[in-house]
């Protein structure tokens, strides 16, 4: 496994130039765009790993499945009542469907619009709670949120603003949208690795086994549903064109990051800054193909 994680860095590295670091979100043009890590846990536990597997960046849209999770065990499949759980040629930040009279909800729970409509089903304190869910399924409870990236996404955040607004006045959310943003903008700043994310997405890749509580959902229909979510809006609208590719259950995030789970066998966390046009991690997106296809991955 070793040399095979240090050929597809080697093969995929190069590709990274192609991209660019986000910078819509201030505090992320920052980052180091020659950072470039994978890490592989298996459904054994056993840990393989390779390059900054350990250096933190801010979770972003990889959050959403975490809030899904919680939302769905508070909730049941009720959740969808709210959000839909279909594909969109839309890209993440999409807007203006919301506005047509016979559009309900926004599309899926993996956009933003989606995922505020989500995060605002979750019971109590909705950021406290998802942060302590990432630290008990990672074991990791130094796990926190960057403040400076929280501070920045929300003095820029007027794209989400509009979104969770409109929603507020369509009745798709009830509560404060302000409010419902703090805890937004709290949980995509959450740091991780890409090790913290191979440990989610083993858990999710296992069928969520080792919860204490399930709450309103058994483990299969929650298992089902965020591997279901993943493959046709983790990858925002490249979705389809990614299953075809890697046929593998993910999320990425503009922090650079991918969160995979193999059903089954392992969870996969890769972390390279640079973006494409559509938001996800060029080189991150290359070696998921390579990883799929060297260890035939794809579930298709
Ligand atoms: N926090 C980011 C935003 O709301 C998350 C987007 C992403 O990772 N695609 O714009």
Known sequence: ???ILEEVVEENRPLAKRGRVASYIPALAKADPNHLGI??????????KIGDADVKFTIQSISKVISLMLALIDNGEKVFEKVGREGTEDPFNT???LDFPHIEKPVNPMINAGAIATTAQIKGDKFGRILELIRRITGNADIDYSREVY??????????RAIAHLMKARGIIEEDPEEI???????CSIEVTACDLAKIAVFIAN????LESYGKID???LSRNLLAIMTIGGMYNVSGQYAAQVGVPSKSGVGGGIMAAVPGRMGIGVFSPP???NGNSIAGCAIMKSLSDRLDLSIF
């Open 1 to 3: 496994m070793q040399k």
């Open 39 to 48: 890490c592989i846990v298996d459904v054994n536990g056993d840990i393989y």
């Open 95 to 97: 807007l203006y469907k």
């Open 151 to 160: 501070l920045s996404e929300k003095a820029t955040g007027e794209k989400n």
């Open 181 to 187: 943003l703090d805890h937004y903008f709290k949980q």
């Open 207 to 210: 069928g969520c086994s080792g």
């Open 219 to 221: 483990r299969k229909t």
């Open 275 to 277: 973006l494409d046009e």
